[in-house]
């Protein structure tokens, strides 16, 4: 049973840095796509980053530059480098694993905000005040 945990969150101020993990259990960590989603209050969820198993990254515009997806496999851990931090990165950040059996995760991250798929952590608060 895939289940994953995230860790890292918390509160910082605008233009602080905050480092996410999230580790992996129940499958093989390193044959599945990875990313990271979050859900700002009275937002949707979004997919902020992902990284394929091939080591392929992508992100979402409104992070790109600021925030830095990582793998570890040997460890089975997940990463996201968050920095430069604004208030509108508030939001509670999940890590989702997927087979991508499909094709890349990137390609279904609309989808997969809205519909679910995947299998999902239970999410780590991030805060970012003005």
């Known amino acids: 049973q895939v289940h994953l945990v995230e860790s890292g969150g918390g509160s910082v101020q605008a233009g602080g840095s905050l480092r996410l993990s999230c580790v992996g259990s129940g499958y093989t960590f390193s044959s599945y796509c990875m990313g990271w989603f979050r859900q700002g209050p009275g937002k949707s969820r979004e997919g902020v980053a992902t990284?394929?198993?091939?080591?392929?990254?992508n992100y979402d515009d409104a992070v790109k530059g600021r925030f830095t997806i990582s793998r570890d496999n040997a460890k089975n851990t997940l990463y996201l480098e968050m920095n430069n931090l604004k208030p509108e990165d508030t939001a509670l950040y999940y890590c989702v694993a997927d087979p991508c059996l499909g094709g890349p995760l990137w390609d279904v991250v609309a989808e997969i905000s809205t519909w679910g798929g995947g299998y999902w952590g239970q999410g780590t608060q991030v805060t970012v005040s003005s």
């Open positions: 990284i394929e198993t091939d080591g392929t990254t």
